[in-house]
């Protein structure tokens, strides 16, 4: 069974708009969540991360929420840059990172210029 | 969907031996599989790109004699971690790339213990 989910796999956003990719996950014991990007052919590259501590993590235009009691995670990217176009994976772990991390299968994000 | 999985899930060792993971696509065909270590609390790390029938391709930093990528078949990539020390304990993971889609999927990860 899927402990962490992105239930969208795909989502188009017109350039300077907000994008909004979801996460969902039901492992309670989860405490440390991070965002991925990943382009073709290339690995992931890390992008953000919020500790279960939080519930809010903001980088530039980049913002993760946490919502513990729904057990859910969203990634906003504002505003959304052609640049941005690419597959975003959730990924999440136990004590504070301190097991592998378990991932989402992914979201393509299109930004649309 | 496609899965990818590691082998073995945990091993320990003792400083000096060599220790090889295996990473296998199990329903589809990856000419490409990535491997990553994970630091305690950080990211990971992108380690290594395997190719099938060429040489990895190596990140900035990482030894490549040290960590012997492996990319036999299309279904198979092992990461060897050659006279392993303490400081080499680690999570590593790997992940396989679906072929033109860039559908990137994650294997479990394989704990390694050096003591």
């Known amino acids: 069974d899927q402990q962490v989910k992105q239930n969208s796999p795909s989502l188009s956003v017109q350039e300077g708009r907000i994008s909004i990719l979801n996460c969902d996950y039901t492992n309670s014991m989860f405490d440390y969540f991070l965002w991925y990007k990943k382009y073709p052919a290339e690995g992931p590259t890390f992008l953000i991360s919020i500790s279960s501590i939080k519930d809010k993590n903001e980088d530039g235009r980049f913002t993760v929420f946490l919502n513990k009691s729904a057990k859910h995670l969203s990634l906003h990217i504002v505003p959304s840059q052609p640049g941005d176009s690419a597959v975003y994976f959730c990924?999440?772990?136990?004590?504070?990172?301190?097991?592998?991390?378990?991932f989402g299968k992914g979201t393509r994000l299109s930004v649309i210029a | 969907g496609a899965v990818v999985s590691q082998h073995p899930s945990r091993v320990i060792c003792k400083s000096g031996t060599s220790v090889k993971i295996e990473c296998r696509s199990l329903d589809f065909q990856a000419t490409t599989m990535f491997w990553y270590r994970q630091f305690p609390k950080q990211s990971l790390m992108l380690m290594a790109t395997?190719?099938?029938?060429?040489?990895?391709?190596?990140e900035q930093g990482v030894e490549k004699d040290k960590f012997l990528i492996n990319h036999a078949s299309l279904t198979l990539s092992t990461l060897t971690v050659t006279s392993a020390h303490p400081e080499d304990s680690s999570f590593y993971i790997c992940?396989?790339?679906?072929?033109?889609?860039?559908?990137?999927?994650f294997g479990e990860g394989s704990r390694l213990t050096v003591l």
């Open positions: 990924a999440a772990s136990e004590n504070s990172g301190n097991t592998p991390l378990v």
């Open positions: 992940s396989a790339l679906l072929g033109n889609t860039g559908e990137l999927f």
């Open positions: 395997s190719n099938e029938g060429s040489k990895a391709t190596y």
